[in-house]
């Protein structure tokens, strides 16, 4: 019951805001001081609204599972309304082209998976302690288990 | 009936509903707030370069050069849930190739409780100014614009433009020497 209403919440989500993960956790301190670690986003990513300098993208690359998420630094759009742009991290000295696949030198609209609007602080460090932890998240499973089985009236 | 663990449940889950609870209200005090300032921008210094892009691709582009005088006040922007201001000054124009060109070339955190009152004189911009080929030289419109995004403690994520921006044209000739 609880799963599947999370998971309806979550797809219906992703329907809401069109980006195939609505909802992310800062993982990485590239952006300090504005996200730290732990850090929730809220991501949209419309279509009709496209991407501009200064924005805060999340944007998947070829060979890394993780996404990241950066600023725009730089943007150039044809007359067909395809663009390129390049990000950077507002705490690293460097743009992003290092951390692009190999011989990649622009990010387009088909990397994004989001941009961010809007924010809560620290929320996010329950998932990465059982992420990083997962003696606590056995503990913790193992203790709910437990206290259904014990408290049943 | 009232153990160790029920206490501690009842306790933990206020506190935690008050928290949240707390933070909306953050949210929905400063929702509404107007975020527009005036800046004042002008270029005294202004200079255009053909020279290989080592950082792309490695083809010779359109590289621009300025300096930049800034003026704003941006004191009343701060309240308690603004927590940063990202201050970028960006350049758009276009091209014959590119519609729409934004290049970010300056840009300043400011945190709550630093100085938000700007006023630099002949500044170097941070950031290369390359063109996606050759569009800048002799470029008759660019514009600057100062613009901010608003890190808040807990809320949106806007992002604003000043009001006053500056148009300046690049020179019909590249400078060759060094700059």
């Known amino acids: ?153 | 009936m009232h153990s160790f663990l029920s206490r501690g449940n009842a306790i933990i889950a206020y506190s935690l509903s008050v928290l949240a609870l707390l933070t909306f209200f953050c949210f929905l005090s400063t929702e509404f707030l107007d975020y527009r300032a005036k800046a004042k921008i002008s270029t005294p210094k202004i200079l255009v370069k053909n020279v290989p892009d080592y950082s792309a691709s490695r083809r010779e582009n359109d590289l621009g050069y300025l300096t930049f005088d800034l003026q704003a006040d941006l004191t009343p922007l701060f309240n308690w849930n603004v927590k940063q201001l990202f201050l970028y000054l960006s350049a758009e124009y276009s091209t014959p190739n590119n519609a729409l060109n934004q290049v970010v070339l300056w840009d300043k955190i400011i945190l709550r409780g630093e100085n938000a009152l700007l006023d630099f004189k002949n500044m170097n911009i941070k950031y290369y100014f390359w063109d996606d080929g050759h569009g800048l030289k002799g470029n008759p419109n660019v514009t600057l614009t100062l613009s901010w995004n608003i890190i808040p403690n807990a809320g949106r994520l806007p992002i604003i433009q000043s009001i006053g921006s500056h148009s300046f044209k690049f020179p019909s000739e590249y400078t060759t020497d060094r700059l």
């Open chain 1, 1 to 153: 019951m609880i799963v599947s209403s999370a998971l309806m919440i979550w797809k219906g989500l992703m329907v809401v805001t069109g980006s195939e993960s609505p909802i992310v956790v800062v993982l990485s301190g590239s952006m300090e001081p504005a996200f730290h670690r732990g850090d929730l986003l809220f991501l949209t990513n419309y279509q009709q609204e496209p991407v501009r300098v200064g924005e805060i993208v999340v944007f998947k690359v070829e060979g890394r599972d993780i996404p990241i998420v950066h600023r725009v630094l730089k943007l150039h759009e044809k007359k067909n309304g395809t663009i390129k742009f390049l990000t950077k991290g507002d705490n690293n000295s460097v743009d992003d082209r290092g951390l692009y696949a190999q011989g990649q030198l622009w990010l387009t609209n088909k990397d994004v998976v989001g941009r961010a609007r809007g924010f809560l602080p620290h929320v996010g460090m329950v998932t990465i302690l059982m992420n990083e932890y997962p003696k606590i998240k056995f503990a913790i499973l193992a203790f709910l288990g437990l206290y259904v089985l014990v408290h049943r009236e």
